[in-house]
């Protein structure tokens, strides 16, 4: 398997402008999860999906953060308009229902001027 | 969430144990102890995890206290791919419980 895969793997925009990562989970797991890390907060869970359904948001910063799940096989995170705080690198994970370990994809690095 | 302390950092040499501390006193009968690292510019990957007894995997041993209030995480023989951030996280092992909640972690680094 591929592993979790991430797009894009960089970020450069300016602020106000609209921002989509995407986020394919390894296939056959029921549960995916978005992260952001930064320097100061370090690494925070934002939102995360069981069977495509978002189970508990709470770590999403603010209304401008918004998360999809359509099918089985693909999620985004929208950020819009978009904050030069915005500027983390952000990480999605997925699990296997049962299992103790999140495989975790090589993160998109986002840079809001 | 039941929270660990673990240093900010430690050093060792190549092809020399290190031994990875953590403290979780608040930890509950349910609580997993997992541990995972990130490499330099990656994600987090999973190193190993336990909740009563030692464990061993090809990455690493965890040797957890009889009374559960600490943990070590050992590898055996460090590599210089083995520098990286280590994070020890207690995770509740009930059905509801499935966030993974990472503080600062040790940073690690291995000298040639």
């Known amino acids: 398997d591929a592993g979790v895969i991430q797009s894009p793997r960089h970020e450069v925009t300016e602020m106000g402008q609209e921002v989509t990562l995407r986020c394919k989970p390894i296939?056959?797991?029921?549960?995916l999860f978005w992260y952001r890390q930064t320097m100061m907060r370090g690494l925070e869970l934002l939102i995360y999906?069981?069977?495509?359904?978002?189970?508990?948001d709470s770590g999403m910063p603010e209304d401008r953060f918004s998360a999809k799940m359509p099918n089985a096989s693909f999620s985004t995170l929208k950020i819009q308009p978009s904050e030069p705080r915005d500027s983390a690198v952000y990480f999605c994970?997925?699990?296997?229902?049962?299992?103790?370990?999140?495989?975790f994809g090589p993160g998109t690095r986002l840079l809001v001027l | 969430d039941a929270k660990t302390t673990q240093p900010n950092s430690m050093e060792s040499n190549e092809e020399e144990p290190v031994h990875l501390p953590c403290n979780h006193s608040?930890?509950?009968?349910?609580?997993?102890i997992h541990w995972y690292r990130q490499l330099p510019s990656q994600g987090p990957e999973y190193v190993i995890h336990?909740?009563?007894s030692n464990v061993n995997n090809r990455m690493a041993s965890l040797a957890i206290a009889e009374d559960r209030k600490s943990s070590t995480l050992i590898l055996h023989r460090a590599t210089l791919r083995d520098a990286a951030v280590y994070y020890c996280?207690?995770?509740?092992?009930?059905?509801?419980?499935?966030?993974?909640?990472f503080g600062q972690g040790t940073r690690l680094t291995i000298n040639p």
């Open positions: 994970a997925s699990r296997i229902a049962g299992g103790r370990t999140q495989y």
């Open positions: 296939s056959g797991h029921d549960y």
């Open positions: 999906f069981n069977n495509n359904v978002p189970i508990d």
């Open positions: 608040t930890i509950s009968g349910t609580d997993y």
């Open positions: 336990g909740l009563t």
């Open positions: 996280i207690l995770r509740d092992g009930g059905q509801g419980a499935q966030k993974l909640v």
